[in-house]
């Protein structure tokens, strides 16, 4: 009977262990970037377009203070409380001392320099689909930035939230690098299709999730509850989003949609940066989505 | 921002079934006044939008009439459209939230803003398309700040 005991927990530590192995955090190959040269004002197309002031500003920053990314904002969830951490080119306090190879392991893989899992809050599900060049270059604009020596705070996540090696299971289930619109695409929805799917992170409010926080894919942007309490995120399907190409367009450049009414809640921080696009990349997002599958299929 | 993300998280989550009430006419008169005044700015602008999207042809006296129109609409007095109690938890015909009424200077400050942005307007819609085209930015930015912060997403 002990004997039995002791088989099933040796079984047991193995299962667990083969599990955390399969799900340990990894690392960026840095073969992948090697030779790669970065473009700064790629880098800071890139920056806006992924919208990083949007969370890693500090609270309520305007204008140029937005370009300091010393942390701060406070996201409150069932799980506790996480707090963006500072990214600044601080080397201490920020990330002054990461490589290209570092930033590609979080933009990637949701991994720290020192294999730890970060949070899904940190959009990296989108991110993973970041091209390496691009990856390079807003490595070279962040190290262009500002540095500021304010302490990242520590998340407010009680157990069993708190285990970061539990995140691990959530990227074996949710943590996928391919297009989620396949297909026949134009160059210009190709280009729209990396902006949102990619870089944008548009998907994380537009597309509903299920219980275990993973987006339902085949429901791609075609809207969900506001988690923050009335209202709803919008459908962006073709079906639900009737505007023109030029409408959207000029929507994530001013604001205004095609009735002069103007964009509120967390679409407003968004509009912020895709207002810093070229008009070519906002069309693009447009025709993408007008190339997305119907709501009603 | 702060919102998506208690979705973002990993773990076990509970979905909320959310109420799919639908918008409602305004019965409280200072509700329905507040709209109106907002399809006010949205109909001038309005006017001013289209030609900045080649939709119509470029006017300078239509385009300065509509920009006039607007920073007058932004100087109306507006304390009466915002008694306690009609935030959209009370009224579901509101989008209102009830941050407004904890921090109404701030909320001032935004009108102050956008009041500033219209005044800017002025000045570039009767000059030349391009003026008019580069303050549109500017001025859907003052509207988006305030809605940004104190107004929910419709139903």
Known sequence: MRKWGVTAAACAAVIVGAGLFVTRPRLADPAVLSGLVPDIAQ??????????????????????????????????????????????????????????????????????????????????????????????????????????????????????????????????????????????????????????????????????????????????????????????????????????????????????????????????????????????????????????????? | MTKYLSFAAAGLLTVAIVGTSMAQEAKNPAVKARQSLMSLYAFNIGQLGAMAKGEAEYNAEAAAAAASNLATLTQVDQSAMWPAGTDNAADPSSRALPAIWQNFPDVSAKGQALAEAAVAMQAAAGQDLDALKAAMGPLGGACSACHKAYRAPKE
């Open chain 1, 43 to 297: 880098g800071e197309q890139v920056f806006h377009a992924a919208g990083c002031a949007a969370c890693h500003s500090a609270p309520g920053a305007e204008g140029e203070a937005r370009l300091v990314l010393s942390g701060g904002r406070r996201f409150s969830t069932p799980f506790g409380t996480f707090v963006a951490p500072n990214i600044s080119s601080d080397p201490a306090h920020g990330i002054g001392d990461w490589t290209p190879v570092d930033l590609a392991g979080a933009l990637w893989h949701g991994s720290s320099p020192d294999r730890q899992h970060y949070y899904p809050a940190f959009p990296y599900a989108s991110y993973v689909r970041m091209a390496p060049q691009d990856v390079v270059s807003l490595h070279a604009f962040l190290m262009s930035l500002p540095a500021d020596a304010t302490p990242s705070a520590t998340h407010e996540v009680g157990f069993p939230f708190n285990l970061r090696l539990a995140l691990g299971g959530w990227k074996l289930l949710f943590l996928r690098s391919g297009w989620i619109v396949d297909g026949d695409l134009s160059g210009q929805q190709q280009r729209g299709r990396y902006l949102v799917e990619a870089l944008g992170h548009c998907g994380e409010c537009h597309t509903p999730r299920n219980a275990l926080g993973g987006l339902i894919l085949s429901k791609w942007l075609q809207g969900a509850p506001n988690p923050g309490g009335k209202g709803r995120i919008p459908g962006l399907a073709p079906d639900q989003l009737d505007w023109s190409e030029a409408d959207i367009a000029e929507y994530l450049k001013s604001g205004f949609t095609p009735d002069y009414d103007s964009a509120g809640g967390e679409m407003a921080e968004v509009v912020l940066n895709t207002a810093k696009l070229s008009d070519a990349d906002r069309l693009a997002i447009a025709s993408y989505l007008k190339a997305i599958p119907q709501s009603r299929d």
